[in-house]
């Protein structure tokens, strides 16, 4: 098995018994680079020269005994999260050559860990969107099929971790840009409590909703990258001063006694059959391992989709204020004075998805329309998250599809924003309430492509997740697959 097929916890066994060099590690991850990126498109960004540097400087902490979480591990960032002198664009033609001065906090406990950089990965633009399609730099295809989409909006992330293109990697979830993409490319995604991880010099989309999480090819490796990236930040002023545990202490805990819900209201009419199967497989599973299941109800999320797409595109609307070509970024020539260098210079930087959002949510911010929108969709989310806390009385976890389909073509849903709107109907009321969830693999349609289950705790919970999370993936029996590319 090549060194770009194993996990972190694989890879650092091999390296801490000397089997292995950070830098022939690197070397196979960029080996796979080389062979599938062209196919795959999961980078904006490779940072080859750097991350052979980092490697090497890894080796000589190795041979003086300085061994870290993350020596030597390559790890790919999603292109929003700020990394000094290294360009990140955010997948739009507005910032296709900005250089922040700084590292993103999450960035620099990864380089503290001792990670290698292997680059930036695709994504939608400014994480506006569910198929990474809406990238300025082109789309992301899936590994399992180079026809269809990844997911996304953290689509270059979930795709680099399923083609061993990178070891980990980093993405965000604003509405289910983790778990989607991770359910369709077969990995694990945890998106983490809001306030756990901090978003400190993450380009911000929706900053009630944002969360910055780890894209793992198991869940041991996700509890790893946890222990490294969560924990509180004074410079971000949403994160929160709470304990942060171990993860790896809950891998092998089990799950007997344990209560999980079965929310009636993801188990409807229209989820693809074969997602079904899969996800009362895996039901069963928990089921056999102790835990009894019991259906609850969280009767508001039917709202959910509406809530989202009123507060989304009204951060968005706020927070991309700031790109109107004065400051940073794309300025638009021959223009006649400030205001047609604003509207020249966002309408070409800008694609149609983010343009759609900005309008979206300057209408429902607007003067006479604030109440009857943005303040009723806020009242809905604290029903929303009243749902879960009165759902977790009764149950220590829930459980649900990740997605309601498997991946679906490129260009299917382009023509059609509503439809496209439907693929994180499982995952956004997760980002209102501010909860944790976890995406498993759980397994394969007769066509071959990943299906994903959904786990999701109350606040501050993840080490539950991991939890049940691991019970699962090592008692399930799924078959060993991996991308032919």
């Known amino acids: 098995?090549?060194?770009?097929?194993?996990?972190?916890?694989?890879?650092?066994?091999?390296?801490?018994?000397?089997?292995?060099?950070a830098t022939e590690i690197v070397q196979s991850v960029f080996r796979r680079i080389d062979a599938v990126e062209k196919a795959i498109h999961a980078y904006i960004l490779l940072t080859r020269e750097a991350a052979l540097a980092e490697a090497d400087r890894a080796d000589e902490a190795i041979r003086k005994g300085d061994i870290r979480t993350l020596t030597g591990i390559p790890v790919a960032l999603k292109d929003l999260l700020c990394t000094r002198g290294v360009t990140t664009t955010c997948a739009s033609r507005i910032l296709h050559d900005f250089v922040p001065p700084y590292d993103a906090t999450v960035v620099e406990?990864?380089?503290?860990?001792?990670?290698?950089?292997?680059?930036?990965?695709?994504?939608?633009?400014?994480?506006?969107?569910?198929?990474?399609?809406?990238?300025?730099?082109?789309?992301?295809?899936?590994?399992?099929?180079?026809e269809r989409i990844p997911g996304g909006s953290s689509g270059g992330s979930a795709a680099a971790v399923a083609a061993d293109a990178c070891i980990a990697a980093i993405g965000s979830d604003t509405g289910g840009s983790i778990r989607q993409p991770a359910a369709l490319c077969g990995v694990v995604g945890m998106k983490p409590t809001y306030g756990r991880v901090s978003r400190y010099g993450l380009v911000a989309f929706a900053s009630s909703l944002d969360q910055i999480g780890p894209f793992t090819k198991d869940v041991e490796d996700c509890a790893i990258l946890m222990n490294v990236i969560a924990?509180?930040?004074?410079?971000?002023?949403?994160?929160?001063?709470?304990?942060?545990?171990?993860?790896?202490?809950?891998?092998?805990?089990?799950?007997?006694?344990?209560?999980v819900g079965i929310p009636k209201e993801y188990f409807i009419e229209g989820i693809d059959p074969e997602v079904m199967t899969?996800?009362?497989?895996?039901?069963?599973?928990?089921?056999?391992?102790?835990?009894?299941?019991?259906?609850?109800s969280l009767p508001h999320t039917a709202y959910c989709l509406a809530v989202y797409y009123i507060v989304a595109p009204a951060e968005a609307s706020s927070n991309l204020a700031r790109y109107d070509g004065a400051k940073y970024g794309f300025r638009a020539p021959d223009s006649r004075g400030l205001l047609d260098m604003y509207k020249k210079s966002r309408s070409a930087g800008f694609g149609a998805e983010v343009?759609?959002?900005?309008m979206l949510g300057t209408y429902v911010l607007s003067s006479g329309y604030y109440d009857a929108y943005y303040k009723k969709a806020s009242q809905v989310r604290a029903?929303?998250?009243?749902?879960?806390?009165?759902?977790?009385?009764?149950?220590?976890?829930?459980?649900?599809?990740?997605?309601?389909?498997?991946?679906?073509r490129i260009g299917e849903k382009t023509d059609d924003p509503l439809h496209m709107y439907l693929s994180d109907i499982f995952t956004i009321?997760?980002?209102?309430?501010?909860?944790?969830?976890?995406?498993?693999?759980?397994?394969?349609?007769?066509?071959?492509?990943?299906?994903?289950?959904?786990?999701?705790?109350?606040?501050?919970?993840?080490?539950?997740?991991?939890?049940?999370?691991?019970?699962y993936e090592k008692n399930a029996n799924l078959e060993k697959r991996r991308p032919t590319l």
């Open 429 to 471: 009321s997760t980002n209102l309430a501010g909860i944790p969830g976890i995406s498993v693999p759980c397994g394969f349609t007769q066509g071959g492509l990943p299906i994903g289950v959904q786990f999701l705790t109350g606040h501050f919970e993840e080490a539950k997740l991991i939890q049940i999370a691991a019970t």
């Open 355 to 358: 343009k759609r959002r900005i």
């Open 231 to 259: 924990g509180y930040d004074p410079r971000e002023s949403t994160s929160v001063p709470a304990e942060v545990p171990d993860y790896r202490q809950y891998l092998a805990r089990g799950i007997d006694g344990w209560t």
């Open 109 to 146: 406990k990864l380089r503290d860990a001792g990670a290698v950089f292997t680059g930036k990965t695709n994504m939608d633009e400014f994480a506006m969107g569910s198929s990474t399609e809406t990238s300025w730099f082109g789309i992301t295809r899936n590994p399992w099929d180079l």
């Open 383 to 408: 029903l929303i998250k009243r749902d879960f806390d009165e759902a977790f009385q009764r149950c220590d976890v829930i459980l649900t599809p990740t997605t309601p389909t498997p991946a679906f």
């Open 278 to 296: 899969a996800v009362r497989k895996a039901i069963a599973v928990v089921e056999g391992l102790g835990a009894r299941c019991i259906e609850i």
């Open 1 to 21: 098995m090549e060194l770009n097929q194993l996990t972190i916890h694989e890879l650092q066994e091999k390296i801490r018994s000397g089997k292995t060099t």
